[in-house]
């Protein structure tokens, strides 16, 4: 039985963003990508950034979902314009990241307890952001890893 592919190209959102970030081995190398498309359908794909090395998975799954944050906001502002006034659709394969950020899960680990409130913090910056998990064919489709 396959699993069924999320369609995430239709949103009312204002912004989508796809993050996946890994490590090679965990730990290890750290990388990720991530993918913005606004809701006219402009698109640009940032793959394959470079964290460091002795990363987990973990690390890099949240240091993906910044990155694309923060080119979010930097974006939007170089438009003059506020990210408070823009909604963000977020989707990742980390359920970990995910239920963290939603406050579902604790977050215990001393490494990623600054990169949940950086990621936090950009988040509090837009009017609305809605996390959601989806499998993870669904990043490997966009995102290529």
Known sequence: MSKPIVDESVSTYDY??????????????AYGSYHLKTRKGR????????????????????????HG???????????????????????????LVIKQLRNEWKVKDAKIIPLHGQATNLIRRFKQVNLNWHDRSNSVRLLGH
């Open 16 to 29: 989508t963003l796809t993050f996946d970030g890994g490590a090679d081995p965990n730990p290890g190398r």
């Open 43 to 66: 698109e640009r794909l940032e793959s394959r950034i470079q964290f460091g090395d002795n990363m987990t998975n973990n690390q890099a799954e949240y240091l993906a979902l910044i």
């Open 69 to 95: 944050l923060q080119d979010l906001v930097r974006t939007i502002e170089k438009a003059s314009k506020s990210p408070d006034s823009y909604s963000v659709e977020v989707w990742g394969d980390s359920q």
